[in-house]
């Protein structure tokens, strides 16, 4: 069977190009697992024992290694066959489609390089041998190389096992090259924004969108006892696929991550690809859309297992299965190889680097039942760098008032189910963080007539202070102080991202004192999808940062750590860690495998979270964080972060005293707990604390350079007005309030509960 490629007529190959001369000093090797040379019994045979003796593809324990070739050999003696007869089912007129493809994007590379560049290719295993090539490339007068393995997301059975080839043939023919690799390029930029609009244009032409079609993304599986060693290739796919589904803008119920190709009695990673597809197709999904989202060619995993295999499967229930193809030599994926050769990787923003998304969303409409016209808002908070802008008019509370009322985790989680069991409110959750302590939710009205708001406050602060004050808002202006607080517009930091997750474990903390209902949930996810579509729709997404991010990058930047280089531990199974997790592995660079998390939640939902964002990392459960676990863990470490909620400290100078030589390899402390989760270790020789206070004097200096950036007060202003335009109609509020008659316009200051009632309405400047 042969199959023919579009337009391959005209293509020139690579092998079709002249012969390096003079002017090409530099050159790009594109490297790939590779193909047999024919789709032949004996030919496929001696391609799978080459691939399947690896070492690093077949990981055997270190008293068996011994034994690897001689299994490689006999697993493909038994699969040739069969593997030759599929091979033949995908074979073009050009051969291996896997290799024309390559030799087209070498092709289409060197046409856009700049001139005294080419592109070549290589294969792992098979031919052309990464050794002949690189030989032919050393003698040809070339003076730098670039190598790319053609995989984005990085697995040592893949980009692990080209490098050691690359690095290994180096030694011998190429010592005067000077070489750069390019050995993991997952979040790039262009590679997410080539990826989305291949999608795109695939969807398009096929009709296909989010109402009527589900998007599977399928990466080649892994056995899970490669990434528990510590392989990252499983948190890479993820990001990828979170990146590409961002800048399509396809909604995260409507799409779904598996894995194929799974080989051998071994555990290997879920969910498989065929089980998802069986699982659809029994959901009544009549149409699913397949992106090889770990393939950046056309091969035997996705021309045969897919579009042949899986969709004859699928499709025998009825429906339909679009594969959309790999990126091969696409304009966009060409123009993405480009900028990976000439400046490396550039990783995408959250935000989608200032893109829009390629679908057209849904209409977002306020839901219905969200009941805002009994919605309040009871809290104080410090003051923004930003200030309140258009919002509702708010008083802020002096630094020193807040630490007083400021309250851990398991007291917020007390005073939501005494909330609950006196009767002051069935829905509702505390937004509690080092810069708000405020309650959002729905009173009940209180049988004996006394104020509904007065209860709520003197359940809320057991505290009085000059400098202390509490805000009520009441429905849309309730819930405008919500959006703008999760868009990052009352906080510290200018566009604060991480404040979305801090609601969203609000939310969770609620769910566990019984507060959580569904007037609740339809309030929190109106919330987060506005928020996420601000930072997605304006140029907001310029000036968002993480509170994580910037104080780590103020640490870097006043020590000059190189946190690439560390180990790191995270004490603390909170959304902070979640956060310093991500960013670190992120934004840093570090190695999953120098992280260590020491943790004690009990939470299923945040342990999924901390699970995710610890990737292959190394988890430590504890029954509290002064066990000897937890000193032995720091002992260990460069970096240590405290991520916990406790007044109490948890460690002292003298429980490192005597761990290590502190002098000789300093340990640096970074603690966001606001309550202080250590004690004098500044004391001790070569170890430095940044504490919350610090921490916090850092992050404003930070912040003003965010507010001094060109079109920072431009993006703002742009915000505050999508934000109004999505406001929800006026409404009245339906409190039962003695201390304010009805229809009457509530007072600045209540006498009866001393409570500051706003009634502004939206739009109104800061006095």
């Given at each position: 069977m042969f199959l023919h490629f579009p337009n391959s007529s005209t293509r020139r190959r690579a092998s079709d190009q002249p012969r390096v001369g003079p002017t090409h000093r530099r050159a790009v090797l594109l490297v790939n697992t590779g193909t047999p040379d024919r789709p032949d019994v004996a030919a496929v045979q001696k391609y799978l024992a080459e691939f399947l003796s690896d070492p690093m593809v077949i990981q055997l324990p270190r008293g068996l290694r011994w034994f690897g070739g001689l299994l490689g050999r006999l697993i493909a003696r038994f699969r040739a066959a069969h593997s030759a007869e599929l091979y033949r089912s995908i074979w073009t007129e050009r051969g291996s489609p896997l290799m024309a493809i390559m030799e087209d994007q070498a092709s289409a590379l060197t046409s856009v390089l700049p001139e005294g560049w080419r592109a070549w290719v290589g294969m792992r295993y098979g031919r052309p041998a990464i050794a002949d090539v690189l030989r032919e490339i050393a003698t040809a007068g070339t003076e730098e190389l670039v190598v790319v393995p053609m995989y984005p997301q990085f697995s040592r059975t893949t980009t692990g096992t080209v490098l050691r080839e690359i690095y290994r043939v180096l030694k011998q023919v190429g010592p005067h090259l000077r070489v750069a690799t390019r050995t993991s390029w997952y979040d790039d930029a262009a590679y997410v924004h080539a990826q989305a609009k291949l999608i795109a244009e695939h969807a398009s032409t096929h009709g296909l969108k989010p109402a009527n079609c589900h998007l599977v993304f399928s990466a080649h599986g892994l056995p899970v006892s490669y990434v528990r060693r510590g392989d990252p290739y499983v948190q890479h796919v993820e990001r990828s696929v979170e990146l590409v589904a961002q800048r399509l803008g396809w909604p995260a119920d409507r799409r779904s991550l598996a894995y194929q190709s799974r080989l051998g009695p071994a555990e290997w990673l879920k969910p498989d690809l065929k089980e998802v597809l069986v699982q659809l197709r029994e959901q009544g999904e009549r149409s699913v859309l397949v992106c090889p989202i770990s393939f950046s060619v056309d091969c035997l995993e996705t021309l045969e297992e897919i579009d042949i295999r899986l969709r004859a499967e699928f499709e025998s229930g009825g429906g339909a299965l679009h594969l959309c193809p790999a990126l091969n030599d696409s304009e966009a994926f060409i123009s993405a190889l480009k900028n990976l050769v000439l400046r490396g990787p550039q990783p995408a923003s959250p935000g989608g680097n200032g893109q829009k998304p390629l679908l057209a969303e849904k209409t977002r409409q306020q839901p219905a039942d969200c009941?805002?016209?009994?919605?309040?808002?009871?809290?104080?908070?410090?003051?923004?760098?930003?200030?309140?802008?258009?919002?509702?008019?708010?008083?802020?509370?002096?630094?020193?008032?807040?630490?007083?009322?400021?309250?851990?985790?398991?007291?917020?989680?007390?005073?939501?189910?005494?909330?609950?069991?006196?009767?002051?409110?069935?829905?509702?959750?505390?937004?509690?963080?080092?810069?708000?302590?405020?309650?959002?939710?729905?009173?009940?009205?209180?049988?004996?007539?006394?104020?509904?708001?007065?209860?709520?406050?003197?359940?809320?602060?057991?505290?009085?202070?000059?400098?202390?004050?509490?805000?009520?808002?009441?429905?849309?202006?309730?819930?405008?102080?919500?959006?703008?607080?999760?868009?990052?517009?009352?906080?510290?930091?200018?566009?604060?991202?991480?404040?979305?997750?801090?609601?969203?474990?609000?939310?969770?903390?609620?769910?566990?004192?019984?507060?959580?209902?569904?007037?609740?949930?339809?309030?929190?996810?109106?919330?987060?999808?506005?928020?996420?579509?601000?930072r997605e729709e304006t140029e907001w997404r310029r000036h968002s940062r993480g509170y994580c991010l910037a104080t780590i990058t103020r640490v870097c930047e006043t020590t000059g750590l190189n946190m690439a280089a560390r180990r790191h531990v995270a004490i603390g199974g909170s959304t902070t860690s979640c956060a310093v997790l991500q960013t670190l592995r992120e934004h840093f660079g570090v190695n999953a495998r120098q992280i260590t998390l020491v943790y004690r939640s009990r939470r299923n939902g945040q342990i999924k979270l901390l699970r995710k964002a610890i990737g292959?990392?190394?988890?430590?459960?504890?029954?509290?964080?002064?066990?000897?676990?937890?000193?032995?863990?720091?002992?260990?470490?460069?970096?240590?972060?405290?991520?916990?909620?406790?007044?109490?400290?948890?460690?002292?100078?003298?429980?490192?005293?005597?761990?290590?030589?502190?002098?000789?390899?300093?340990?640096?402390?970074?603690?966001?707990?606001?309550?202080?989760?250590?004690?004098?270790?500044?004391?001790?020789?070569?170890?430095?604390?940044?504490?919350?206070?610090?921490?916090?004097?850092?992050?404003?200096?930070?912040?003003?350079?965010?507010?001094?950036?060109?079109?920072?007060?431009?993006?703002?202003?742009?915000?505050?007005?999508?934000?109004?335009?999505?406001?929800?109609?006026?409404?009245?509020?339906?409190?039962?309030?003695?201390?304010?008659?009805?229809?009457q316009v509530l007072p600045p200051r209540c006498s009866g509960c001393r409570t500051r009632l706003h009634s502004e309405s939206v739009g109104s400047t800061a006095r």
């Open positions: 009941d805002l016209k009994s919605l309040v808002m009871i809290g104080a908070s410090l003051a923004s760098r930003v200030g309140p802008g258009r919002g509702p008019y708010v008083g802020y509370t002096e630094p020193t008032s807040f630490a007083c009322i400021k309250k851990p985790h398991d007291d917020v989680l007390s005073i939501l189910r005494s909330i609950g069991g006196q009767g002051l409110s069935r829905e509702g959750l505390i937004w509690n963080t080092c810069h708000r302590f405020e309650f959002y939710g729905w009173l009940e009205k209180p049988p004996n007539g006394d104020c509904a708001v007065a209860r709520m406050r003197s359940r809320l602060f057991d505290c009085e202070s000059p400098g202390l004050e509490v805000n009520v808002l009441f429905g849309k202006e309730a819930w405008h102080h919500l959006v703008r607080t999760a868009v990052g517009l009352n906080s510290g930091l200018p566009g604060d991202s991480d404040v979305v997750e801090q609601l969203q474990t609000a939310y969770r903390v609620a769910e566990g004192a019984g507060t959580a209902g569904p007037r609740l949930k339809c309030l929190l996810d109106e919330a987060v999808t506005v928020a996420r579509a601000v292959g990392g190394r988890r430590v459960r504890v029954q509290t964080y002064t066990e000897r676990a937890v000193t032995d863990a720091v002992a260990q470490a460069d970096v240590v972060y405290f991520g916990i909620d406790s007044e109490a400290p948890v460690m002292k100078a003298d429980d490192l005293r005597g761990v290590r030589d502190f002098a000789k390899r300093p340990l640096t402390v970074i603690d966001f707990n606001s309550f202080g989760s250590t004690v004098d270790l500044e004391m001790i020789d070569g170890v430095t604390v940044w504490n919350a206070a610090r921490l916090e004097r850092e992050v404003a200096a930070y912040a003003e350079t965010v507010c001094t950036r060109t079109g920072f007060s431009t993006a703002l202003a742009e915000v505050e007005r999508w934000i109004a335009q999505r406001t929800p109609p006026a409404v009245v509020p339906a409190l039962d309030l003695p201390c304010a008659e009805q229809g």
